[in-house]
């Protein structure tokens, strides 16, 4: 296909989507496209079922305090290209609480992260420091693989 082709194929995309959207009155910058858990309502999109009611899922369990919780840091480099991440798993609580203590773990190793599903993940090797805060601050955490 020529790069002109591609263009003209693109465009008409464009005009179609944007034909769509004026035909049911919808701002396409308003247009929710984030799959998270939280707007997923298990999978089901439709019911033909009158009766049928959604069944809210509470994500946000209990949290348990800090001395009960059981974590273990990882050293890992799987499809990461190379790059080398410490991972925290086995928290169990709300994804609030995780959120605060991953703040905390890229705030005192000065380096970016992410968390999600139970899992902080901190760029870099930090496993002594976390370790050490860990401990320091009543968790249960040990070092884990290799």
């Known amino acids: 296909m020529s790069i002109q082709l591609q263009n003209i194929?693109?465009?008409?995309?464009t005009v179609l989507v944007f034909l769509s959207h004026q035909e049911l009155n919808i701002?396409?910058?308003?247009?929710n496209t984030d799959m998270s858990k939280k707007n997923n309502k298990g999978g089901i999109i439709f019911s033909t079922n009158p009766d049928f009611s959604y069944e809210e899922v509470q994500d946000d369990a209990a949290t348990l305090?800090?001395?009960?919780q059981n974590l273990k840091v990882?050293?890992?480099k799987k499809n990461r290209?190379?790059?080398v991440v410490t991972l925290v798993?086995?928290?169990i609580g709300s994804g609030s609480d995780l959120k605060d203590l991953e703040k905390k773990l890229k705030n005192l190793c000065g380096t970016g992260g992410s968390s999600k599903d139970g899992e902080i993940l901190i760029q870099g090797d930090h496993r002594d420091?976390?370790?050490n805060w860990l401990t320091a601050n009543g968790y249960k955490a040990k070092k884990?693989?290799?």
């Open 9 to 13: 194929v693109v465009a008409i995309n």
């Open 27 to 31: 701002n396409p910058k308003s247009c």
């Open 65 to 68: 305090p800090p001395s009960q």
């Open 74 to 76: 990882w050293l890992d």
């Open 81 to 83: 290209n190379g790059k």
């Open 89 to 91: 798993t086995d928290f």
């Open 129 to 131: 420091k976390i370790v």
């Open 144 to 146: 884990a693989g290799g």
